[in-house]
């Protein structure tokens, strides 16, 4: 019995020595990007065209089910950061009363974690 607890406490202890972390961290993804008023309709933000702000972004993480809903900032930026979940994901920008020059949802995974998602989202 003592030989076992010596082994329990020994072996966190021996990672550490060498270096290794004694508890692998768990890794983080995010999902961030702009909202912006597309003047020229392109789906691409030009330096002249301005962030949409106040609008209305949601997460919708489909390993739990969960959804998340942030607004643009006064420059258009949105971000979800330090997500632990995994697995696949949607995120939709809520452009009501406005055309969309870009796809107003997409999707995508963030694997096994560690992912960092930049989608940006057009309106006119």
Known sequence: MRRVLAALVA???????IGLPAYAEERTSSVSG????????????????????????????TSDGSTLSVVTDENGYYRF???TQKGKYSVQ?????????TPWA???????????????????
Not at 36 to 61: H, T, Y
Not at 93 to 101: K, L, N, P, R
Request: no cysteine; net charge negative; hydrophobic share 40%.
């Open 93 to 101: 920008f809520d452009g009501a009363g406005h055309v969309h020059t």
């Open 34 to 61: 702009v909202g912006f008023f597309d003047l020229n309709g392109d789906g691409q933000q030009q330096p002249d065209e301005p962030g949409a702000a106040g609008f209305k972004v949601s997460l919708g993480l």
């Open 106 to 124: 997409v999707g995508g995974s963030l694997g096994e974690g560690g992912v960092d998602v930049i989608q940006n989202f057009g309106i006119q």
């Open 81 to 83: 950061a330090d997500l």
């Open 11 to 17: 072996a966190p202890l021996l990672v550490t020595a």
